[in-house]
């Protein structure tokens, strides 16, 4: 079979298996009952008609915190976020950065700070009693010793039979010093110690936001860490059996993506397909002196801080959008997932909108909708003696979309072996708009019950739609058979499908 798309090797990864069909051979993608999303073109055979695949951006909502206490600052930063049964927890950097006399100061030590909701859109800073700052203990602050603070990352270890006093765990700057990382544990994701005495990656940069997780699906440890390569910011990865000892590491590789400057990675399993890696990487810029430049907010202390460094003043930075099904290479989208919106105080500027790492799932406010992702993402990075985070929204699974316009197209998949009764999809469609279904098998031949005359239009907008041909919804009978996915869509956006059973999954 030849093959021209970018990501048919990864395929070929992911779905070895193969059937001869008419007069070559079919890669067959068995997806089983997994969750998937039109992140990459794994499942594209083709597209026709005015349909792409195009990139979503998530909308800004609410300030979620405002990093305003006397232990925290302009500096803050380094954000986590994750969900912990009914319990949304956050960690971050405290830290002020001002300029004195033509130099960059912090005022005051770093700490690594805490704070919680119970949906994940109100947060609280709640007195833990663990450090003192200035005479007092009444702070949320988890962490004050050494380096470690400056990029403190915790995470909940999933492994099973992980120690009852190491079920949270975090990468941080070893306090031995060095370019190097440590590894913490932790009982309760509040009162931490140093897990092992020695560093356990030391080969990078590490000046960033590093971070590390159990990846159940592939049962092991698997860190992301920055360094540089051929001069240019970029990210690593390592994998480990015990968190302490690691393989050695590998740079990341972006086929057809061109070179970019990469702060933090954000990477991690998404918690709907965890077989799906999700990168939220920050983009890093230096744009130079410019009239365009000289007209983004507060110039005054922009020229300040380029004062102490030149690139204070005139780097920029915004977030990106990677995916990945093997963890190491990555389909990169080029244009900004998260942009710095309109020119406002704050905005425009180094430090604005690095995103915290993980994506979490909650409430719409909106009464009777589905939930939604929530993303979280800094402002006001480097000016007066506070900054803020906040708070971003998209649709569940909805990061890229196969979108019709108006005139209408269709989406071929490529063969498909799947498990279940039902397919479900989820999309959207304006009120003139539809999608129709139908199930071919491998030769492209429509199979009787499934064709598109079969299939009624579906339009609305949900994300667990499920299909029906005529009267019928059950696919049982053509699950294991290797099979084609017919979607024909006019103003209407698909953002993923996956076959199921009427029993409950447990991704869902």
């Not at 068995?30 to 073109?41: A, H, K, Q, T, W």
């Not at 020229?303 to 204070?312: I, L, T, V």
């Not at 139908?438 to 030769?443: A, G, K, L, M």
Request: hydrophobic share 35%; glycine share 8%.
């Amino acid at each position: 079979m030849t093959c021209v798309r970018p990501m048919c090797l990864l395929t070929l990864l992911v779905a070895p298996a193969v059937l001869a069909a008419g007069d070559g051979q079919q890669t067959i993608v068995d997806i089983g009952s997994r969750r998937e999303l039109f992140v990459d073109d794994l499942l594209i055979d083709r597209l026709s008609g005015d349909v792409e695949r195009r990139l979503h951006h998530p909308t800004p909502q609410d300030v979620a915190l405002n990093f305003d206490a006397p232990w925290e600052g302009s500096g803050s930063n380094y954000v986590t976020v994750f969900r912990d049964g009914d319990l949304y927890r956050m960690y971050y950097r405290g830290a002020q950065l001002s300029v004195e006399d033509g130099k960059l100061v912090q005022p005051h030590a770093q700490v690594t700070c805490y704070a919680e909701s119970r949906d994940g859109i109100e947060w609280t800073r709640p007195n833990l009693g663990l450090f003192e700052w200035e005479g007092s203990k009444q702070n949320n602050i988890v962490w004050t010793e050494g380096r470690a603070t400056h990029n403190f990352t915790p995470f909940k270890d999933t492994r099973p039979g992980v120690p009852d006093d190491e079920r949270y765990k975090a990468l941080a700057y070893a306090p031995q010093g060095g370019r190097a990382l440590a590894a913490f544990a932790s009982p309760d994701g509040l009162r931490w110690r140093l897990l092992h005495e020695q560093p356990v990656l030391t080969h990078g940069v590490f000046d960033s936001q590093n971070l590390a997780f159990w990846d159940d699906e592939r049962g092991e440890y698997r860190a992301y860490f920055r360094d540089f390569r051929e001069g240019r910011r970029d990210i690593r990865t390592a994998t480990s059996r015990d968190f302490r000892t690691w393989s050695e590491a590998e740079w990341l590789e972006y086929p057809g993506s061109e070179p970019q400057q990469l702060y933090t990675n954000q990477i991690e399993p998404y918690d709907r397909a965890p077989h799906l890696f999700i990168g939220l990487p920050t983009r890093y810029l230096d744009r130079g002196w410019s009239e365009s430049m000289r007209a983004l907010p507060e110039r005054e202390h922009r020229e300040r801080r380029a004062g102490a460094n030149r690139r204070y003043g005139t780097a920029l930075t915004d977030t990106l959008l990677m995916t990945s099904r093997d963890g190491r290479t990555f389909h990169r989208w080029s244009e900004a997932f998260i942009s710095p919106g309109p020119q406002r105080p704050g905005t425009w500027n180094y430090g604005h909108l690095y995103t915290a790492w993980h994506v979490i799932e909650t409430p719409s406010r909106l009464t009777g909708a589905p939930p939604e992702l929530s993303l979280f993402a800094t402002e006001s990075a480097w000016t007066g003696t506070d900054s803020l985070l906040r708070r971003y929204t998209l649709r569940l699974d909805g990061f890229v979309s196969v979108h019709a316009s108006g005139r209408g197209g269709e989406l071929l998949t490529r063969p498909l072996r799947f498990g279940g009764d039902r397919l479900e999809i989820n999309f959207a469609t304006s009120a003139a708009g539809s999608v129709r279904v139908e199930i071919q098998d491998v030769d492209g031949k429509p199979i009787p019950g499934f064709t598109l005359d079969d299939c009624p239009p579906h339009f609305g907008d949900e994300p667990a739609r499920t299909v029906v041909w005529k009267d019928n919804s059950d696919v049982g009978r053509l699950a294991g058979r290797p099979v084609r996915l017919r979607f024909t869509m006019n103003e209407a956006d698909l953002y993923s499908l996956r076959f199921h059973s009427d029993e409950p999954a447990g991704d869902e």
